[in-house]
């Protein structure tokens, strides 16, 4: 049987194998509203910290591709919700682009009832769910959680419905957030 080093195992946090390169001092995980890192065991003292993870936006590699805003060079980057393709001229310019184009699931066209210039197109989250949205985003923030359907609200006038699937029937209602009335 292999014999387990307690010391590995200290009740303190303290990281046995790195010192601080300020002081001296083991280096301790904390945890803050950024997430783990290790920081000097001689805090006030010294403000000595190592992240644990790598920053977000980190580039990963360049793409070879001209950014479509600006003309610099698209880059992978590791962000905080995953892998995404930004400008390398990030600060002066914000272009993002995802990794793989959303795909286009509906049968028929739907104009996006806010901006009037795009159309909706089926989306998925970063848990998986299906949502519908303009095509324009950034610029037009237009989404709804249910199937879109052609139509006219009858209370507000709102241009576009959309199906509320239940375990017992099937409704539709207004796609206006403010309206959702049933039709």
Known sequence: MNKINKQLFSSEGQSLEQTCPNCGHPLQMRHGKHGAFLGCSHYPQCDYIKPLHPASG????????????????????????????????????????????????????????ECHKGHLIERKSRFGKSFYACDQY?????????????????????????????????????????CQAKQ
């Open 58 to 113: 980190q580039i990963i590699k360049p793409l070879g591709v001209p950014c479509p805003d600006c003309g610099d060079e698209l880059v992978l980057r590791q962000g905080r919700y995953g892998m995404f393709i930004g400008c390398s001229g990030y600060p002066e310019c914000h272009y993002i682009g995802s990794l793989d184009e959303p795909e286009d699931h509906s049968v028929e066209s739907f104009e996006c009832p």
């Open 138 to 178: 950034p610029k037009c923030q237009f989404s709804i959680n249910n199937e879109p359907k052609q139509g006219t609200c009858k209370e507000c006038g709102f241009g576009l419905l959309m199906e509320k699937k239940t375990a017992e029937k099937h409704s539709l209602l207004c796609a206006s957030r403010k």
